[in-house]
């Protein structure tokens, strides 16, 4: 069964203290790998879309990486702004020729302190 | 380029009533995703539309269902409305790539 697991659940940081989310996948012939941020109350948005080992990708203070098992984005120096429930979900290929599916991890909490 | 419209954006219900919740794609998009999500969980899978038929189904009951219209736009349909369907309903559209959210509808059963 495909399975997404993201770690930790929750995440307390001070400004400018760098940290890493870390996002495990099992899933058979992943299409893609992607990251959204969702503050409370309202839909996530979408940041990164990873393809295949070894790419990164950059935007800011965020960059993800994606390994044959796991993605990390990583965080640099956080603001309090960042603050916010960060989601992995992986694609993978549907019974059927041309569909994907859509799977979700439960996400990581991260609360930046001033 | 307009993103993902769900409509309403708040609704209230009495329970044993039924919601009608709408979601409109971005252009070009063929795949609708259907999450639920209550206050402080993740999303919960409920339907992936896609070309207009109903591609798989998350663990709800059936009294959730709903439907993909030819423009691709979608709704979903709750029916005998109870307490805990109390959520807010995320709509996702694709095309074969990343997926992109509306802002939700909030349910509130009373």
């Known amino acids: 069964e495909d399975q997404v697991t993201q770690s930790p659940e929750a995440l307390r940081l001070q400004e400018g203290e760098s940290s890493s989310l870390n996002c495990s996948y099992t899933?058979?012939?992943?299409?893609?790998l992607f990251w959204y941020r969702q503050d409370p109350g309202k839909g996530p948005e979408f940041l990164f879309t990873l393809y295949s080992a070894g790419e990164e990708k950059e935007k800011e203070r965020l960059k993800a990486t994606l390994t044959k098992k796991e993605s990390f984005l990583h965080i640099t120096a956080p603001k309090p702004e960042d603050s916010a429930t960060y989601l992995c979900a992986v694609q993978a290929p549907w019974a059927f020729q041309g569909a994907q599916k859509l799977v979700f991890g439960q996400g990581t909490r991260l609360t930046i302190n001033p | 380029e307009a993103g993902v419209t769900q409509s309403p954006t708040h609704l209230i219900k009495t329970r044993g009533q039924q919601a009608t919740l709408r979601c409109s794609p971005i252009s070009g998009h063929t795949s609708v995703y259907w999450y639920q999500q209550a206050l402080g969980l993740g999303l919960q899978f409920l339907l992936w539309y896609d070309e207009g038929e109903e591609r798989n189904r998350g663990n709800f009951p059936p009294r959730f269902s709903g439907r993909q219209f030819p423009n691709y736009s979608s709704e979903l349909n709750v029916n005998a409305l109870e307490l805990e369907d109390s959520a807010l309903y995320l709509c996702a559209s694709s095309f074969f790539a990343e997926a992109f959210f509306g802002q939700g509808t909030r349910l509130t059963v009373v």
């Open positions: 899933v058979s012939g992943l299409r893609g």
